[in-house]
């Protein structure tokens, strides 16, 4: 812990030395806008920050610690928040050209909460356009690059809090995940990452991609670490009528509970198929191994569905974009078109400048699965599917206790590979998506490098609110093999 | 089903949005593939099966109808594009 420069020790570590009088938010805070600074001409991950906003919350911090007033284990620790997240008075883009110049007049709930917690907000970190993507390509403001490799991509929607996790520009960040958009990044990157269950967290002050779909979580570099984060923005909120009121447990402390038996590990075979790279495939058979040498357990199970949900998700949550972007009309906030003479021309002609190709192409999916005629035989065809996936994984919960897999398909690839074919670039969720529209908590965290030194990501997927039991299954396996100790040079 | 037919026009006008005539080749183009990828679920045996809207076990919330603070005038048209006298404007609607 000691020879860890300060940028890249933990949420944990570094709650420790603020408590222990070690350190200072202040001094945190700087040492955290220097390695941003420090990095940033390489890394790119982040659409704006504010300095002066930063070292007066991390001031006030300072303040009330020495007046034994700390808010909590997360008092005075920088946080960075994906760019489709509000907070009050600063920039809010979703890294599209359409909301170039918001401001956001309210915080989300989970800035709120973040805030009574004593965080200090850092950076707006960018994302594919309103977190359609999967490389952060789409991104309308700059182009990210993965830490390990820079001529690689970061993942993808949240690749900008992955990326500035990885590089150390941040201890902490949030993102959302909508088929995959926290857990791929995470993978991608070496960090971790988790999607809670569907109603965990309040969706309030999110730009909406898919509301049937997203759902804001954590990154951090241990699953302490994201587990510690979870407590900060879980439970119901009446301001997201979606936001379940579930008791929200000591996640932290039941890390390292006692269990009365051992975990029950399912391994569903539709996901270690054709497209599987063969170093990841190793990689996660040798996690297998550790479970199995911890007691667990393991089980071959069957998600005869799984084939289905890449196809449904694309139906399901393009119907729901096109209805929720439809709200960017230019007329009360966002980009207005200058060209525009009349109502109507302020829609098509602002909308069209404003929306980048990845985002057209889905609200033109999305409007022709919903159109008249065509209704059935996409969307509710879909959302019937939907019913067989989540159906899938309810029998499976009934012999395992959490289900295995690879978070993605391969490692990171190339700048430019996938990016003049949206289909090939949709397969990089395979493994994440039905999570989503089976509404569960997944977690994503390294499980090993490639020989080329690129990160490898296994995913656990739990059952429905039950993120105490999955972290403590992650945390097993993560807190023996410490593959956050591998940072990227840069 | 057979392959799709694909009115980009029509498309266009539902989704308000103004297209050149490259974006709507290219958008033709792209949109067959994936509707031609989402065919297969059509394979799916769903007699008898229930959609699923959202996975959630939450049908109607309700809550106390009282007044409480929301956004000033001041936070509402912060962003407006343009505004008069506490007002969003925009062109001549009705001649």
């Known amino acids: ?490 | 089903m057979s392959a799709p037919h694909i009115d980009i026009d029509h498309l266009a006008m539902l989704s308000r949005l103004a297209l050149t005539d490259a974006e709507k080749t290219k958008l033709t183009t792209q949109l067959g593939d994936i509707l031609g990828y989402i065919e297969q679920l059509q394979q799916v045996n769903v007699d008898g099966v229930e959609p699923t809207a959202h996975a959630t076990p939450i049908f109607n919330v309700l809550q106390a109808d009282e007044p409480r603070p929301g956004l000033s005038v001041e936070d509402a048209l912060r962003n407006a594009p343009a505004q008069r006298d506490n007002m969003i404007v925009v062109p001549r609607v009705v001649e």
């Open chain 1, 1 to 490: 812990m000691s020879d860890t420069p300060l940028h890249f020790k933990t949420v944990a570590e570094l709650s420790s030395l603020l408590a222990n009088g070690s350190l200072t938010s202040v001094a945190l805070t700087e040492a955290v806008i220097t390695r941003t600074l420090a990095v940033e001409d390489r890394v790119q991950a982040f659409n704006s920050h504010d300095r002066e906003s930063a070292l007066n919350q991390a001031k006030a911090s300072d303040a009330r610690r020495a007046a034994g007033r700390s808010l909590g284990p997360l008092d005075g620790i920088p946080i960075g928040l994906k760019d489709v997240i509000a907070v009050r008075d600063q920039p809010l883009t979703a890294s599209s050209k359409i909301l170039a110049n918001f401001v956001s007049p309210y915080d989300a709930t989970v800035t709120t909460r973040l805030r009574d917690a004593g965080m200090v907000f850092w950076g707006r970190l960018n994302m594919d356009e309103f977190a359609m993507g999967s490389s952060t390509e789409n991104s309308a403001t700059r182009i990210t690059a993965n830490p390990h490799d820079l001529t690689r991509i970061p993942g993808g929607s949240s690749g900008g809090s992955a990326a500035a996790l990885a590089a150390g520009q941040l201890p902490a960040t949030l993102g959302s995940d909508t088929g995959g958009s926290i857990r791929q990044p995470a993978a991608l990157c070496g960090v971790v990452g988790l999607k809670p269950t569907y109603g965990r967290i309040s969706r309030y002050g999110l730009i909406a991609y898919a509301s049937s779909l997203d759902q804001i979580g954590p990154f951090g570099r241990t699953v302490e670490d994201v587990a510690m984060l979870l407590q900060a923005i879980a439970g119901a909120d009446d301001r997201d009528s979606t936001s379940f009121d579930a008791p929200v447990p000591d996640y932290r402390a039941a890390l390292s509970a006692p269990r009365e038996r051992p975990w029950r590990i399912g391994i569903p075979k539709e996901y270690f198929g054709a497209g599987l790279d063969p170093e990841v495939a190793t990689a996660v058979q040798n996690a297998i191994a550790h479970y199995r040498s911890l007691g667990a357990e393991i089980r071959e199970i069957s998600l005869p569905h799984t084939e289905y949900a890449l196809a449904a998700y694309y139906i399901i949550a393009t119907a729901e974009a096109s209805s929720n972007l439809a709200r960017f009309d230019g007329v009360r906030y966002g980009h207005r078109s200058r060209e525009a003479e009349t109502l109507l021309d302020i829609y098509f002609k602002s909308r069209a400048e404003g929306f980048g190709s990845e985002v057209k192409l889905r609200i033109i999916l999305g409007t022709y699965v919903l159109s008249s005629g065509y209704y059935d035989a996409y969307y509710g065809r879909a959302q019937k599917v939907r019913t067989l996936i989540r159906q899938d994984f309810t029998r499976a919960f009934g012999e395992v206790d959490v289900i295995l897999t690879p978070t993605a398909p391969t490692p990171a690839f190339k700048r430019g590979e996938k990016s003049a074919d949206p289909l090939a670039m949709y397969l990089a969720d395979i493994y994440t998506i039905g999570v989503n529209l089976a509404g569960l908590p997944a977690i994503s965290m390294p499980c090993g490098f490639t020989t080329a030194g690129l990160p490898i990501g296994l995913q656990l997927i739990g059952r429905p609110f039950a993120e105490a039991d999955l972290l403590a299954a992650a945390h097993a396996y993560d807190h023996a093999n410490d593959w956050s100790k591998h940072t990227p040079n840069l």
